[in-house]
């Protein structure tokens, strides 16, 4: 007989995984995200109690959606609306109580799969819908596409939790307030939508990816978590090759993992990292979803261009084996894609790498001005890096303490600052010659 405890972790595997797909059923219903999720919720409540008790159901997953849909019956005739469209449920809900239980939730299981797909897709444009602003767009994916709680979502960000609830509160306020339809975008509009959606995707990793603040370089839980919305997003929608490059791109971030830091957690920078720890299964799904991207046809996009310069990496079995020139014309193509001075900062990196630190330099020099850049540390650490590469380590040392006092997380300032450290050593060493 499994203790509580076990039963407990029964049901949450199975909401991180169904919740979605469940959720995403009760909006086509009654068109309105927030009260499909509490009633989903409702369901999960109830697991929490019945199970323990009466033990886990032969399809926990058919016992959590036939809860959730009896609840979204229940509400809508209450609700009284449309009198045809009550007396079809009531109908239905007759008849559905009419079948055994297994059948009965056999029965409600393949209904809801008809439209699994759509559902989960309206879910994610919905979620990510531009009326919200990306803050909204992120807790609320988080929330409704990855089961996550509310305190899960607050640590993973290192916000407070009641932030979060009001983040999560206020984006189902809006999408109600502005008539947001549960439905995935037109043609024409599918483009638009897609790049706030593939935005958020990629927001949730990048955080996970390098946090930027906190005691920990990475936060794993999110980077899996971008990368499981990122693949059920590439088979939602298989014909657009962004999805692709986007998944392409992450899955060869994240090979790199445990080889990011080492056994104290402290930060590896990817020229200084053992290889071999790199995940090869993720990398061949990388290359794999870059193939689809490129299979597709057409220019390439940000996502797949970031992807490309990503399997240059992976594919160099040492440092000196990276085909710079390549990356430095990838980040060519991503400027004229995506016009920021944030690539501009990477491009200046490659060029270096590729023709001498003297003319990443001169590129770096360049965007000091730009007001984006303003605050962002990694325009004084790169700066820095250039400098102590040109044996300018006065300097260095003094853009390094600047990138330190910048960023907000904990092992980047000490990492930043060691580097300080060594430059200050180099400096005076100059001084002594």
Request: hydrophobic fraction near 45%; proline fraction near 5%.
């Amino acid at each position: 007989m499994p203790t509580d405890a076990e039963i407990h972790r029964s049901i949450n595997a199975v909401w991180r995984i169904e919740s979605a797909r469940i959720i995403g059923a009760l909006a086509r219903m009654l068109r309105d995200v927030g009260t499909a999720e509490e009633l989903a919720q409702d369901a999960l409540v109830a697991a929490l109690e019945q199970w323990p008790r009466d033990g886990v159901p032969d399809n926990p997953a058919a016992w959590l959606t036939a809860t959730a849909k009896h609840r979204a019956i229940d509400l809508l005739r209450k609700r009284t609306l449309h009198a045809s469209k009550e007396e079809e449920l009531g109908r239905e809900f007759d008849a559905q109580h009419a079948m055994a239980a297994a059948d009965f939730a056999e029965a409600v299981d393949a209904a809801l799969d008809d439209e699994v797909g759509d559902d989960l897709l309206r879910l994610v444009f919905t979620a990510c819908h531009p009326v919200l602003s990306p803050e909204a767009r992120v807790a609320l994916t988080l929330r409704l596409l990855g089961g996550l709680s509310t305190d899960e979502i607050a640590r993973s960000f290192l916000v407070p939790e009641p932030t979060i609830a009001q983040r999560i509160v206020r984006a189902k306020r809006t999408l109600a307030a502005a008539r947001v339809p549960f439905e995935a975008p037109r043609a024409d509009e599918l483009a638009a939508r897609l790049s706030s959606v593939l935005e958020v995707v990629y927001l949730v990793f990048n955080e996970g990816y390098s946090a930027t603040a906190g005691d920990d370089w990475m936060r794993p839980a999110l980077c899996d978590e971008a990368l499981r919305l990122g693949r059920i997003l590439a088979e939602l929608v298989p014909d657009e090759p962004e999805v692709h490059g986007l998944v392409g791109l992450m899955e060869i971030q994240a090979s790199r993992a445990s080889a990011r830091v080492d056994a104290d957690g402290e930060p590896i920078l990817l020229l200084e990292q053992n290889r071999s720890r790199w995940d090869q299964l993720l990398i061949r799904r990388g290359f794999a979803a870059l193939a689809r991207a490129e299979k597709l046809g057409g220019a390439l996009g940000p996502y797949a261009l970031q992807g490309a310069i990503a399997a240059c990496h992976a594919r160099a079995r040492t440092p000196e084996q990276t085909d710079w020139n390549r990356i430095a014309a990838l980040y060519d193509a991503l400027a004229q894609r995506m016009p920021s001075p944030i690539v501009e900062l990477n491009r200046a990196v490659a060029l270096s790498m590729a023709f001498g630190p003297a003319v990443g330099l001169e590129r770096v020099d360049a965007l000091q001005s730009e007001p984006q850049l303003q605050g962002y540390h990694l325009l004084p650490s790169v700066r820095g890096d250039l400098l102590a590469k040109l044996g300018r380590h006065g300097e260095a040392c003094e853009e390094f303490q600047r990138a330190a006092s910048l960023t907000r997380n904990a092992r980047e300032r000490k990492l930043l600052l060691m580097r300080a450290l060594a430059c200050a050593g180099g400096a005076a060493a100059d001084a002594q010659d």
